[in-house]
């Protein structure tokens, strides 16, 4: 995010310059052009409970708005958006969500590896190998399968009747995290109910010759390329209408630091440090342009399908969120954000929503305080109307999400 001011900011600026549908995309987003029409870029949003928060930290409010403290002993999260969305739909398909990430596991707090957390603020972990997501989606179990499934309805039942005599001797705290926990099981013990009512209906065959099943990080191009794919092969299939994906995290820790190198650089965060230095922005964009690259080819994937089940294509069937709770250094204010798709869920595309204005927060840290210390000076919206305005227009009837506000009707 160059200041206006900067050289590089006609060029290397990760917002278009412009409003509304008068906007010229920066080179940013060179391979995003051709779904100009299917897309909207949103800036001046944000979550209130993250703008004065270090940008390391923010990740884990990205789709909950929730307000995460400043320490583990008083960290509390809430449900994500994309469970929200779940809780509505998921019963529909085999599987309720799809949760992926490039580190994967479910990270410590304040740095998840994960988007996904359920209605009690525990994070859900992420599969981050192909192969495994692969087969969960689309290998046969063996013939063991019911029997592993009855077993496992055995055991919980077991659990919770011994954990419930328990409960009469624990104190109010211990009563908490005990319930905490309960629930996780009865979590537990609705998904092996759904997987008994699906064992035996056939899993759908897809082709995957295409596919490097056994790709890793070291491979960044290739390896987004093929969580995209499996995305598209999820809804295509209809075997979940739900799925995050966290290509990477704020904090530059673990294997997703590396994915810069698909572009010729060595840690995709020392980016956002070096912006100071000569061609800093334009390395830093350069970056951005292999990201909005890849999600634009997974958008255009969608695109160019025929919906299976009804009209249009599969983008005009699916609402895609992209975006990142930080903007500029350690900055998470003004997020870069696009929607786009649900064309046939009455969104409006081939917009600029700059309701960021002429006063862009950003511009890179020469020492004294940090961007994110600095005073506030324009008020972004909730990022949590955009969430609602997201919710109801997929079928769920709901005024508010988090912190919302309201809704974002220029949408739709």
């Known amino acids: 995010m160059p200041l206006a001011e900067d050289p590089a900011y006609k060029n290397w600026s990760w917002f278009p310059h412009g409003d509304g549908t008068e906007f010229e995309f920066t080179k940013c987003f060179e391979h995003l052009k051709p779904l100009r029409a299917q897309m ?133 705290n211990d009563k908490l995290r005990l319930d905490e926990y309960l629930e996780a099981v009865r979590q537990t013990e609705i998904k092996v109910e759904k997987a008994k009512r699906w064992i035996n209906t056939p899993l759908p065959k897809v082709d995957v010759d295409h596919l490097n099943l056994e790709v890793t990080p070291s491979d960044p191009r290739l390896y987004l390329q093929t969580m995209f794919e499996l995305i598209y092969l999820a809804y295509q299939t209809d075997s979940t209408r739900v799925a995050t994906y966290q290509i990477g995290r704020e904090n530059g820790v673990g294997q997703s630091d590396y994915l810069a190198r698909a572009v010729g650089f060595n840690l995709s965060h020392a980016l956002s440090h070096d912006t100071k230095k000569e061609n800093g922005w334009k390395n830093f964009g350069i970056y951005c342009q292999f990201l909005n690259q890849e999600f634009g080819r997974f958008a255009t994937r969608l695109r160019d399908t025929p919906e299976p089940a009804g009209v249009g294509s599969m983008l005009d069937n699916t609402l895609l969120l992209y975006g990142s709770a930080s903007s500029a250094f350690h900055l998470s204010r003004n997020y870069p954000l696009i929607l786009a798709g649900g064309s046939n869920m009455g969104f409006k595309h081939g917009q600029y929503i700059n309701h960021a204005g002429g006063s862009p927060q950003g511009g890179h840290w020469s020492g004294g305080q940090e961007p994110w210390q600095k005073e506030i000076t324009r008020e972004d919206l909730p990022l949590s109307n955009v969430f609602v305005t997201m919710l109801r227009q997929l079928g769920v009837e709901t005024d508010r999400f988090a912190d919302s506000t309201g809704t974002l009707d220029v949408l739709i």
């Not at 928060?53 to 958006?81: E, P, W």
């Not at 809780?87 to 998840?112: K, N, P, W, Y």
């Open 40 to 172: 909207t870029v949103l800036s001046g949003f944000s979550h209130p409970h993250g703008r004065i928060v270090h940008g390391h930290n923010n990740a884990d409010q990205f789709l909950t708005a929730a307000a995460t403290g400043g320490g583990d002993m008083d960290y509390k999260n809430t449900i994500s958006l994309d469970q929200e969305y779940a809780e509505h739909v998921g019963s529909q398909t085999r599987f309720a969500s799809l949760v992926m990430s490039t580190d994967g596991g479910t990270g410590t707090a304040r740095g998840a590896h994960t988007l996904s957390f359920d209605r009690n603020g525990r994070a859900i972990p992420a599969q981050h190998r192909p192969k495994r997501i692969f087969d969960m989606l689309f290998v046969k179990a063996d013939g063991d399968a019911a029997k592993r499934l009855a077993f496992t309805k055995s055991a919980l039942d077991q659990l919770l009747a011994d954990a419930r005599s328990l409960r009469s001797d624990l104190s109010a």
